[in-house]
């Protein structure tokens, strides 16, 4: 099964939002509670964060709460019709961000309802979730 809304690039970077935060909790919850290996270095996740300074945290920061407006922006012009995602706008102008922005989010739209398709020829469930306040009001978050 796939949570198509929840496959979203976030930035021209294609920093990648995988779930809404009810999701994402329920995707620690279940790996949790699964009993699944887990390996990861955390000393060296751990010496990562603690070499970032203050100043690039800020930028950091800053940055993804720009994607997040811009994934807000975005997806509020979206809507679920015949099982594929669809967006209205035309033009990046249309909700203010660069064209970089528009055209990443553009793609990954248009790659998201590839996977979907893809899918459903291989006979997988697929779960396409609307676009609805609950979700854009979570990327304000």
Same mark, same amino acid.
């Given at each position: 099964?796939?949570?198509?809304?929840?496959?979203?690039?976030?930035?021209?970077? *294609?920093?990648?939002?995988?779930?809404?935060?009810?999701?994402?909790?329920? *995707?620690?919850?279940?790996?949790?509670?699964s009993g699944?290996?887990? %390996?990861?270095?955390?000393?060296?996740?751990? %010496?990562?964060?603690?070499?970032v300074n203050?100043?690039?945290?800020?930028?950091?920061?800053?940055?993804?709460?720009?994607?997040f407006a811009?994934?807000?922006?975005?997806?509020?012009?979206?809507?679920?019709?015949?099982?594929?995602?669809?967006?209205?706008?035309?033009?990046?102008?249309?909700?203010?961000?660069?064209?970089?922005?528009?055209?990443?989010?553009? *793609? *990954?739209?248009? %790659?998201?309802?590839?996977?979907?398709?893809?899918?459903?020829?291989?006979?997988?469930?697929?779960?396409?979730?609307?676009?609805?306040?609950?979700?854009?009001?979570?990327?304000?978050?």
């Amino acid at each position: 099964m796939i949570m198509a809304a929840c496959l979203l690039t976030a930035s021209c970077n *294609n920093i990648q939002k995988t779930a809404s935060p009810a999701d994402e909790t329920s *995707n620690v919850q279940k790996i949790a509670e699964s009993g699944e290996f887990i %390996d990861i270095n955390i000393k060296k996740f751990s %010496d990562e964060l603690s070499t970032v300074n203050t100043k690039v945290l800020s930028a950091l920061k800053n940055d993804k709460d720009k994607a997040f407006a811009a994934l807000y922006r975005f997806y509020g012009h979206v809507q679920l019709i015949d099982s594929c995602y669809v967006c209205s706008l035309k033009s990046a102008a249309e909700i203010n961000v660069s064209q970089t922005v528009f055209e990443t989010l553009k *793609n *990954n739209l248009d %790659d998201m309802n590839e996977q979907i398709e893809s899918l459903r020829k291989a006979r997988e469930k697929v779960s396409l979730p609307d676009i609805d306040n609950d979700y854009l009001k979570s990327l304000l978050r």
